[in-house]
Every structure is written in C-alpha cells, then in structure tokens.
C-alpha cells in the first residue's frame, strides 16, 4: 500500500510540474520559413492572392488532392475566400483574404475546425533580392492553456514548419518553371 501512495504520489507531482511548465509557455505562436525565389514579387503574390493558384504549389493540396474546395467572394484578393474538408491529414477549415499590398504582402484569416479548433492569421511577404523575391510565409495565433500543454510533446514549429518548407519549395518549382 505504501509503494503505490508513493507511485500517485509521483505521479501528481510529475503532473503538476508539466501543467506548470505549460503555463509558462507564451501566450502566442508563430510559424515563420521563408526562401528566395528566382521570380518577381508580382508573380509570386499572384500564386498567394488567388487560391485557385494554390492548387499548383500548396503543400495540402498535394497531401489530400481529393479534398473537397468551396472557393467564394470576389476570384482573388481581398476578401476571397476558399473552404476545405479533407482527409485527417489536411482537417477541415477556411481561409479569407484580409490584405494584399500588391507585390509585396498578402494576409488573411485562417480558421481550422478539425482536428482542432483555432484562428490564426497567415501572411505572406515578398521583398524584392536582385532577380529574386524572398518569399516569406507565417502563421501566428493565439496559444491556449491547452495548446501549451500539448506544446510540450508537439512542437507546432516543427510539424508546420516543415509543411512551410514544402509549400515554398512548390512554389519555386512553379515559379521558376521555364516558359
């Protein structure tokens, strides 16, 4: 009797040092990767404001290429939007198109319903380097007491980041296509 008080016992402490840790975790998150891109910020931001483009470079759409897509508002910038239901891999969610400073920024608003439920704000930005573009691609959001806890076997940066990685890679690939 005495060894498992002492086995809860650990146990609860070992609980409650990961909670605490989990709440000293931050209130936000940011996802961030970027690359250069052998195109102009014009092309590229094309490929971002329209998400009928995204077909060509999105690391998802190469993930669940038979998702269901409901694409609404006006057919690219501000206030496009595209809807998704797809495999557990890709989840469930939609996007809107909140700003675009042509050739150099495009954000919007993203909300996902499954696996989990939560709202961030992609952006995209394109800063011009010689014949080139850096293409920067986020994502921040906010970080719920439960994200945190989850954040100390998951590491959202990793896990996104490399889906970032992908999409960008995609993204060069279409964009430096030859002609």
Same mark, same amino acid.
């Given at each position: 009797?005495?060894?498992?008080?002492?086995?809860?016992?650990?146990?609860?402490?070992?609980?409650?040092?990961?909670?605490?840790?989990?709440?000293?975790?931050?209130?936000?998150?940011?996802?961030?990767?970027?690359?250069?891109?052998?195109?102009?910020?014009?092309?590229?931001?094309?490929?971002?404001?329209?998400?009928?483009?995204?077909?060509?470079?999105?690391?998802?759409?190469?993930?669940?290429? &038979? +998702?269901?897509?409901?694409?609404?508002? !006006?057919?690219?910038? #501000?206030?496009?939007?595209?809807?998704? @239901?797809?495999?557990? %891999?890709?989840?469930?969610? &939609? +996007?809107?198109?909140?700003?675009?400073? !042509?050739?150099?920024? #495009?954000?919007?608003?993203?909300?996902? @319903?499954?696996?989990? %439920?939560?709202?961030?704000?992609?952006?995209?930005?394109?800063?011009?380097?010689?014949?080139?573009?850096?293409?920067?691609?986020?994502?921040?959001?906010?970080?719920?007491?439960?994200?945190?806890?989850?954040?100390?076997?998951?590491?959202?940066?990793?896990?996104?980041?490399?889906?970032?990685?992908?999409?960008?890679?995609?993204?060069?690939?279409?964009?430096?296509?030859?002609?």
């Amino acid at each position: 009797m005495l060894v498992l008080k002492i086995v809860l016992g650990v146990i609860a402490i070992a609980v409650i040092a990961l909670l605490g840790l989990a709440a000293t975790r931050p209130d936000r998150f940011m996802v961030k990767r970027a690359a250069t891109i052998k195109a102009r910020p014009e092309a590229l931001s094309a490929l971002v404001e329209d998400f009928h483009q995204w077909r060509l470079w999105s690391p998802w759409e190469k993930i669940d290429p &038979d +998702m269901t897509r409901a694409y609404g508002g !006006p057919d690219k910038g #501000v206030g496009a939007t595209y809807a998704w @239901v797809g495999s557990a %891999k890709v989840g469930t969610g &939609d +996007m809107e198109i909140t700003q675009v400073t !042509p050739g150099r920024e #495009v954000a919007f608003d993203l909300h996902f @319903v499954k696996p989990f %439920k939560a709202d961030n704000v992609g952006r995209f930005t394109f800063e011009p380097a010689g014949d080139s573009t850096l293409v920067t691609w986020s994502m921040e959001g906010a970080s719920p007491f439960m994200a945190k806890v989850m954040g100390l076997v998951f590491d959202m940066d990793k896990v996104v980041g490399k889906d970032f990685e992908a999409g960008l890679a995609n993204m060069k690939a279409e964009a430096e296509k030859p002609a």
